[in-house]
């Protein structure tokens, strides 16, 4: 045990979410098409301290927080967006941002993975 250094507890989670998405790209691409992934998503989490339970976030609440609000969805109604010229545009529900999303989702939350097929994985950081 080390005396006066930094300490960090770290837990990761890894679920699967079933849903569908389409992609507007500048390019030609079958992403366009409405389709559907079972995305594997692993959420990492860390905290310098335990909560009163001695957990960093408890592993039923991360399930909570990424299955109760992306399983079995059409992924472009949850993407965050803004107002252009009276329409509302949501950002695309890419592997990239979807990580981001879930990210910004879980307490304690620093590290999002998110594999949308076999050998393709997107991961988000937060410093
Ligand atoms: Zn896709």
Redesign the pocket.
């Known amino acids: 045990m080390t005396q006066g250094g930094n300490q960090m507890y770290y837990i990761q989670k890894t679920l699967e979410i079933a849903g569908a998405?389409k992609?507007k790209l500048d390019y030609e691409s079958k992403?366009s098409n409405m389709?559907g992934?079972n995305w594997i998503v692993t959420v990492f989490c860390k905290s310098a301290s335990l909560d009163h339970n001695g957990m960093v976030v408890d592993f039923a609440e991360i399930k909570r927080n990424v299955s109760d609000h992306f399983d079995h969805k059409y992924l472009n109604e949850l993407m965050p967006g803004k107002a252009v010229g009276g329409e509302f545009i949501r950002i695309n529900p890419t592997a990239e941002n979807i990580a981001k999303l879930i990210c910004d989702n879980v307490p304690f939350c620093y590290k999002v993975t998110v594999q949308?097929s076999n050998g393709n994985i997107a991961c988000y950081e937060e410093d």
Do not use: A, F, R
Request: proline share 0%.
């Open positions: 998405h992609l992403c389709h992934h949308e």
